[in-house]
């Protein structure tokens, strides 16, 4: 997977904010006082609490697993960033396939909704992992983070004082 350690989060803020992507990589941290991650901190402690289990995995990935199936899960506040969050358990699927020879399946979460999403990791959405890795790696070495771009979700984000100050 190269010298860059990509993971979970970094797939799914590269489906929403190249610019996010570029923070995260390199090291800087959001307003962890920011009232959506607090919320999400929140809805993974109170949700699923007695089914899930987080597991991390090479200090690359971390994914909440349901015990008692071979199923990658993961909590989600909502469905609005939904290729996001299924592209992110898509790259566990694919991390634990290329890396561990495990075939699992995924589980997208989303609790204040009541859904259940399944996530299959077929030859396209590999493919496509493999393309947004590449990406992601391209972002983390250039110098410099990408332009910022006032999108919807820049309201909710953690950083957007270092973009729209």
């Given at each position: 997977m190269g010298e860059i350690n990509i993971g979970g989060t970094l797939i799914w803020y590269y489906y929403i904010c190249k610019r996010e992507v570029w923070l995260?990589?390199?090291g800087i941290e959001p307003d962890q006082e920011n009232d959506y991650i607090l919320l999400g901190k929140h809805i993974h402690e109170i949700f699923y609490q007695s089914r899930k289990k987080?597991?991390?995995?090479?200090?690359?990935?971390?994914i909440d697993v349901l015990p008692g199936r071979m199923v990658i899960g993961e909590i989600k506040k909502s469905s609005k960033y939904l290729k996001s969050a299924k592209m992110q358990v898509a790259f566990?699927?694919?991390?634990?396939?290329?890396?561990?020879?495990?075939?699992?399946?995924?589980?997208?979460?989303?609790?204040?909704?009541?859904?259940?999403?399944?996530?299959?990791?077929?030859?396209?959405?590999?493919?496509?992992?493999?393309?947004?890795?590449?990406?992601?790696?391209?972002?983390?070495?250039?110098?410099?983070?990408?332009?910022?771009?006032?999108i919807p979700y820049c309201k909710r984000c953690a950083y957007k004082d270092m973009c729209w100050v």
């Open positions: 995260i990589g390199h987080e597991l991390g995995i090479d200090n690359v990935i971390k566990y699927l694919y991390y634990m396939k290329r890396e561990k020879g495990i075939d699992m399946q995924g589980l997208l979460l989303i609790p204040e909704e009541r859904k259940k999403v399944k996530v299959l990791l077929t030859p396209e959405v590999e493919g496509e992992i493999e393309e947004a890795i590449r990406n992601i790696e391209k972002i983390l070495e250039s110098e410099r983070p990408p332009t910022a771009v006032r």
